[in-house]
């Protein structure tokens, strides 16, 4: 299924590794900021009724 890198398996298995660390992190922070925006609009919401 995975074909041979040779000596460059490490680099091209590390790249590999960093993008889909770097895409994960983006989704968590993108969903904690989404969170974040929501409790204070709902707040803001509230304090004007």
Known sequence: M???LGKY???VLGAYGASL???AVLVAVTLWQGAR???ALEALERSSD
């Open 37 to 39: 925006a929501r409790r």
């Open 21 to 23: 660390g770097l895409i």
């Open 2 to 4: 995975m074909p041979d």
């Open 9 to 11: 398996a490490f680099t």
